[in-house]
Protein backbone atom coordinates (compact mmCIF):
# COMPACT_ATOMS: atom_id res chain seq x y z
CA UNK A 1 0.00 0.00 0.00
CA UNK A 2 1.32 3.45 -0.84
CA UNK A 3 1.78 5.69 2.18
CA UNK A 4 0.90 9.25 0.46
CA UNK A 5 -2.84 9.84 -0.18
CA UNK A 6 -3.64 12.77 -2.39
CA UNK A 7 -6.92 14.75 -1.50
CA UNK A 8 -8.47 16.55 -4.35
CA UNK A 9 -12.10 18.05 -3.34
CA UNK A 10 -14.25 18.73 -6.01
CA UNK A 11 -17.18 20.45 -7.21
CA UNK A 12 -17.96 21.06 -11.03
CA UNK A 13 -14.35 20.22 -11.90
CA UNK A 14 -15.37 17.42 -15.49
CA UNK A 15 -12.97 19.59 -17.43
CA UNK A 16 -9.84 18.83 -15.04
CA UNK A 17 -10.71 16.03 -13.08
CA UNK A 18 -8.92 13.53 -15.53
CA UNK A 19 -6.62 15.31 -16.45
CA UNK A 20 -5.47 15.97 -12.96
CA UNK A 21 -5.85 12.56 -11.67
CA UNK A 22 -3.57 10.95 -14.36
CA UNK A 23 -0.85 13.91 -13.96
CA UNK A 24 -0.06 12.30 -10.09
CA UNK A 25 -0.39 8.73 -11.38
CA UNK A 26 2.14 9.76 -13.86
CA UNK A 27 4.62 10.60 -10.66
CA UNK A 28 7.11 8.52 -10.17
CA UNK A 29 6.28 8.29 -6.77
CA UNK A 30 3.52 6.07 -6.34
CA UNK A 31 0.57 8.49 -4.84
CA UNK A 32 -2.93 7.14 -4.11
CA UNK A 33 -5.83 10.17 -4.63
CA UNK A 34 -8.95 10.18 -3.08
CA UNK A 35 -11.42 12.34 -4.52
CA UNK A 36 -14.08 14.16 -1.88
CA UNK A 37 -16.86 15.38 -4.40
CA UNK A 38 -19.83 17.93 -3.34
CA UNK A 39 -22.51 15.84 -6.01
CA UNK A 40 -21.23 17.89 -8.73
CA UNK A 41 -23.79 18.42 -11.08
CA UNK A 42 -21.89 18.30 -13.72
CA UNK A 43 -21.05 14.42 -13.85
CA UNK A 44 -17.34 15.04 -11.74
CA UNK A 45 -18.04 12.01 -9.58
CA UNK A 46 -19.00 9.84 -12.89
CA UNK A 47 -16.02 11.09 -14.59
CA UNK A 48 -14.28 9.49 -11.16
CA UNK A 49 -16.17 6.63 -11.27
CA UNK A 50 -15.57 5.09 -14.63
CA UNK A 51 -11.55 5.74 -14.26
CA UNK A 52 -11.51 3.42 -11.11
CA UNK A 53 -12.03 0.69 -13.48
CA UNK A 54 -7.95 1.46 -14.82
CA UNK A 55 -6.67 2.66 -11.16
CA UNK A 56 -9.06 0.08 -8.76
CA UNK A 57 -6.34 0.32 -6.05
CA UNK A 58 -4.97 4.06 -6.36
CA UNK A 59 -8.24 6.11 -6.54
CA UNK A 60 -10.98 6.42 -4.42
CA UNK A 61 -14.37 8.28 -4.37
CA UNK A 62 -16.20 9.66 -1.54
CA UNK A 63 -19.22 11.63 -2.84
CA UNK A 64 -21.36 13.90 -0.54
CA UNK A 65 -24.86 15.26 -0.38
CA UNK A 66 -24.16 18.46 -1.39
CA UNK A 67 -21.67 21.38 -1.53
CA UNK A 68 -20.96 22.32 2.06
CA UNK A 69 -17.36 23.89 1.76
CA UNK A 70 -13.96 22.99 1.51
CA UNK A 71 -13.04 22.97 5.46
CA UNK A 72 -15.36 19.90 5.64
CA UNK A 73 -14.24 18.39 2.50
CA UNK A 74 -11.09 18.27 3.34
CA UNK A 75 -11.97 16.60 6.86
CA UNK A 76 -13.94 14.08 5.65
CA UNK A 77 -10.94 13.01 3.85
CA UNK A 78 -8.72 13.61 6.86
CA UNK A 79 -10.47 10.97 9.05
CA UNK A 80 -10.83 9.32 5.78
CA UNK A 81 -6.91 8.64 6.09
CA UNK A 82 -6.35 8.20 9.32
CA UNK A 83 -8.50 5.13 9.38
CA UNK A 84 -6.20 4.25 6.53
CA UNK A 85 -3.46 4.65 8.18
CA UNK A 86 -1.50 7.15 5.19
CA UNK A 87 1.43 8.77 6.46
CA UNK A 88 1.81 11.76 4.33
CA UNK A 89 -1.69 12.96 3.45
CA UNK A 90 -1.46 15.78 0.93
CA UNK A 91 -3.99 19.15 0.17
CA UNK A 92 -4.53 19.90 -3.42
CA UNK A 93 -6.85 21.35 -6.03
CA UNK A 94 -8.08 20.01 -8.97
CA UNK A 95 -7.76 22.95 -11.47
CA UNK A 96 -4.00 22.98 -12.01
CA UNK A 97 -3.08 25.56 -9.90
CA UNK A 98 -1.07 23.50 -7.93
CA UNK A 99 1.46 21.75 -9.66
CA UNK A 100 1.46 17.86 -9.38
CA UNK A 101 4.87 17.39 -10.02
CA UNK A 102 5.29 19.60 -7.07
CA UNK A 103 3.72 16.76 -4.74
CA UNK A 104 7.15 14.97 -4.66
CA UNK A 105 8.79 18.55 -3.04
CA UNK A 106 6.20 18.86 -0.54
CA UNK A 107 6.96 15.40 0.35
CA UNK A 108 10.52 15.35 0.45
CA UNK A 109 10.61 18.46 3.07
CA UNK A 110 8.24 16.36 5.35
CA UNK A 111 11.22 13.26 4.51
CA UNK A 112 13.38 15.80 5.81
CA UNK A 113 12.28 16.69 9.30
CA UNK A 114 8.86 18.93 8.60
CA UNK A 115 5.39 17.87 9.70
CA UNK A 116 3.69 20.32 7.59
CA UNK A 117 5.00 21.22 4.17
CA UNK A 118 3.19 23.94 2.71
CA UNK A 119 3.59 24.95 -1.02
CA UNK A 120 4.27 28.68 -1.16
CA UNK A 121 3.70 31.46 -3.41
CA UNK A 122 5.43 33.99 -1.20
CA UNK A 123 8.45 32.57 0.40
CA UNK A 124 10.60 34.04 -2.25
CA UNK A 125 8.76 36.98 -3.98
CA UNK A 126 5.33 36.38 -5.15
CA UNK A 127 4.99 33.51 -7.34
CA UNK A 128 1.39 33.90 -9.06
CA UNK A 129 1.09 33.64 -13.00
CA UNK A 130 -2.74 34.81 -14.11
CA UNK A 131 -3.82 37.23 -11.86
CA UNK A 132 -5.29 40.28 -11.54
CA UNK A 133 -3.27 42.65 -9.50
CA UNK A 134 -6.37 42.95 -7.20
CA UNK A 135 -6.50 39.48 -6.12
CA UNK A 136 -2.24 39.26 -5.74
CA UNK A 137 -2.96 42.51 -3.31
CA UNK A 138 -6.14 40.79 -1.89
CA UNK A 139 -4.21 37.60 -1.01
CA UNK A 140 -0.98 38.71 -0.20
CA UNK A 141 -2.14 41.43 2.10
CA UNK A 142 -4.00 38.53 3.84
CA UNK A 143 -0.75 36.87 4.61
CA UNK A 144 0.95 39.27 5.92
CA UNK A 145 -2.55 40.37 8.16
CA UNK A 146 -2.84 36.74 9.53
CA UNK A 147 1.13 36.73 10.34
CA UNK A 148 0.90 40.28 12.35
CA UNK A 149 -2.42 38.72 14.23
CA UNK A 150 -1.37 34.79 14.87
CA UNK A 151 2.30 35.59 15.33
CA UNK A 152 3.32 32.56 12.50
CA UNK A 153 6.41 32.67 10.39
CA UNK A 154 4.36 31.26 7.55
CA UNK A 155 4.66 33.43 4.32
CA UNK A 156 1.62 32.25 2.89
CA UNK A 157 -0.80 30.92 5.46
CA UNK A 158 -3.84 30.62 2.80
CA UNK A 159 -2.10 28.22 0.80
CA UNK A 160 -4.27 25.57 0.04
CA UNK A 161 -1.05 22.66 -1.43
CA UNK A 162 0.06 21.21 1.94
CA UNK A 163 1.75 18.04 3.21
CA UNK A 164 1.38 16.83 6.21
CA UNK A 165 2.53 14.21 8.18
CA UNK A 166 -0.08 11.99 9.75
CA UNK A 167 0.53 12.34 13.32
CA UNK A 168 -0.36 16.10 13.07
CA UNK A 169 -4.01 15.76 11.87
CA UNK A 170 -4.07 13.01 14.94
CA UNK A 171 -3.12 15.25 17.22
CA UNK A 172 -5.23 18.31 15.83
CA UNK A 173 -8.94 18.12 16.83
CA UNK A 174 -10.83 17.88 13.80
CA UNK A 175 -13.94 18.43 14.92
CA UNK A 176 -13.06 21.81 16.26
CA UNK A 177 -11.92 22.82 13.39
CA UNK A 178 -14.11 25.93 12.82
CA UNK A 179 -13.90 27.14 8.87
CA UNK A 180 -15.21 26.08 5.84
CA UNK A 181 -13.82 28.54 3.38
CA UNK A 182 -10.67 29.14 3.05
CA UNK A 183 -10.22 30.65 6.13
CA UNK A 184 -9.83 26.82 6.96
CA UNK A 185 -6.29 26.83 5.96
CA UNK A 186 -5.10 29.41 8.18
CA UNK A 187 -6.72 27.93 10.79
CA UNK A 188 -5.06 24.16 10.13
CA UNK A 189 -1.68 25.84 10.17
CA UNK A 190 -2.69 27.46 13.33
CA UNK A 191 -3.26 25.03 14.97
CA UNK A 192 -0.53 22.76 13.66
CA UNK A 193 1.69 26.17 15.28
CA UNK A 194 0.18 25.91 18.39
CA UNK A 195 1.07 22.48 18.93
CA UNK A 196 4.94 22.82 18.09
CA UNK A 197 4.80 20.86 14.79
CA UNK A 198 7.49 22.25 12.31
CA UNK A 199 5.88 23.66 9.35
CA UNK A 200 7.97 24.51 6.36
CA UNK A 201 7.42 26.53 3.16
CA UNK A 202 8.78 25.07 -0.37
CA UNK A 203 8.55 27.99 -3.20
CA UNK A 204 6.13 27.02 -5.90
CA UNK A 205 4.78 29.07 -8.67
CA UNK A 206 1.18 29.25 -8.62
CA UNK A 207 -0.88 29.07 -11.66
CA UNK A 208 -4.61 30.55 -11.87
CA UNK A 209 -6.87 27.94 -13.49
CA UNK A 210 -7.42 27.87 -17.06
CA UNK A 211 -10.74 25.41 -16.96
CA UNK A 212 -13.56 25.97 -14.84
CA UNK A 213 -15.34 28.22 -12.34
CA UNK A 214 -13.28 29.26 -9.43
CA UNK A 215 -14.96 29.21 -6.07
CA UNK A 216 -14.06 32.17 -4.71
CA UNK A 217 -16.67 34.50 -3.23
CA UNK A 218 -17.17 37.71 -1.08
CA UNK A 219 -18.54 36.21 1.95
CA UNK A 220 -14.95 33.17 1.62
CA UNK A 221 -12.71 36.53 1.70
CA UNK A 222 -14.74 37.79 4.78
CA UNK A 223 -14.57 34.64 6.66
CA UNK A 224 -11.08 34.50 6.23
CA UNK A 225 -10.71 38.63 7.20
CA UNK A 226 -12.64 38.32 10.49
CA UNK A 227 -12.10 35.02 11.21
CA UNK A 228 -8.73 35.40 12.00
CA UNK A 229 -9.63 37.82 15.23
CA UNK A 230 -11.69 35.59 16.09
CA UNK A 231 -9.49 32.25 15.72
CA UNK A 232 -7.13 33.61 17.54
CA UNK A 233 -9.15 35.04 20.81
CA UNK A 234 -10.37 31.74 20.86
CA UNK A 235 -6.75 30.25 20.96
CA UNK A 236 -6.22 32.63 23.83
CA UNK A 237 -8.79 31.47 26.16
CA UNK A 238 -8.59 27.62 24.53
CA UNK A 239 -11.79 27.74 23.34
CA UNK A 240 -13.18 25.07 20.59
CA UNK A 241 -10.03 22.92 21.13
CA UNK A 242 -7.41 24.93 20.81
Given at each position: MADCLVIIPTYNEIENIEAIIRAVFELEKG???LIVDDN???GTAAAVTKLQNE???ELFLEVRKEKSGLGTAYIHGFKWAIARKYDFIFE???DFS???SD???LHRACLNGADVAVGSRYKKGVNVVNWPLYRVLLSYGASFYVKIITGMKVHDPTAGFVCYRRKVLETINLDAVKFIGYAFQIEMKFRAYLRKFKIEEVSIIFTDREKGKSK???SIIWEAIFGVISMKFRS????NGF
Open positions: YHVSPDFPKMDAHRPLMRMSTLFKI
